[in-house]
T-cell receptor, first 113, second 114 residues
Framework: SQQGEEDPQALSIQEGENATMNCSYK?????LQWYRQNSGRGLVHLIL?????REKHSGRLRVTLDTSKKSSSLLITASRAADTASYFC?????????????FGPGTRLSVLP | DTGVSQNPRHKITKRGQNVTFRCDPI?????LYWYRQTLGQGPEFLTY????????KSRLLSDRFSAERPKGSFSTLEIQRTEQGDSAMYLC????????????FGPGTRLTVT
């Protein structure tokens, strides 16, 4: 089954540094999304990249997708303490194969002031 | 935009009891999803509605679980004969087929089965 797996499981950086998280999956996808979850709060959609796209930007976020390697990366530039959260990738099945989105176990990011 | 709301936010129940959770999606959204999340893990897909039709169910959704979305607006998730393994955060998300795949999540209902 398709499965998102984030790497690393945990990441600790200083404020102002860049943070990079990776996601690998196993089967064909239509799109890949990144979500953020703060402690005790719901998930917030960050960015979506479609299978025919290679790179996407949104503010301080940069997402890449390599479908040949079945992997994606999320880069957060100039990190802030408020970026401290868990980050999840979620893969969407190919078109016509339903809406069963698969989330990985997440990367816990700590940004130290 | 009032966002996705879920009630109750917390539920403590004894094993064997039935529980029901409610989700109110963003009003113009026609898609609604239920997920379960345990500590340290990502959400696991449970089921999906488009309008009032339940189009997809995970194999994780045992016979004790049932979900409805009777008028294509709010949804309920019922767990019968709860077990300790059902303890988790139950998340609801909504989306609009016009915006493809983005999902907007509610704050979740934390279930504790004692």
């Amino acid at each position: 089954s398709q499965q998102g797996e984030e790497d690393p499981q945990a990441l600790s950086i200083q404020e102002g540094e860049n943070a990079t998280m990776n996601c690998s999956y196993k089967t064909s996808i239509n799109n890949l999304q990144w979500y953020r979850q703060n402690s005790g709060r719901g998930l917030v959609h960050l960015i979506l990249i479609r299978s025919n796209e290679r790179e996407k930007h949104s503010g301080r976020l940069r997402v890449t997708l390599d479908t040949s390697k079945k992997s994606s990366s999320l880069l957060i530039t100039a990190s802030r303490a408020a970026d401290t959260a868990s980050y999840f990738c979620a893969t969407g099945p190919p078109y016509g194969y339903g809406q069963n989105f698969v989330f990985g176990p997440g990367t816990r990011l700590s940004v130290l002031p | 935009d009032t966002g996705v709301s879920q009630n109750p936010r917390h539920k403590i129940t004894k094993r064997g009891q039935n529980v029901t959770f409610r989700c109110d999606p963003i009003s113009e959204h026609n898609r609604l999803y239920w997920y379960r999340q345990t500590l340290g893990q990502g959400p696991e897909f449970l089921t999906y509605f488009q309008n009032e039709a339940q189009l997809e169910k995970s194999r994780l959704l045992s016979d004790r679980f049932s979900a409805e979305r009777p008028k294509g607006s709010f949804s309920t998730l019922e767990i019968q004969r709860t077990e300790q393994g059902d303890s988790a955060m139950y998340l609801c998300a909504s989306g609009n087929s016009g915006t493809q795949y983005e999902q907007y999540f509610g704050p979740g209902t934390r279930l504790t089965v004692t």
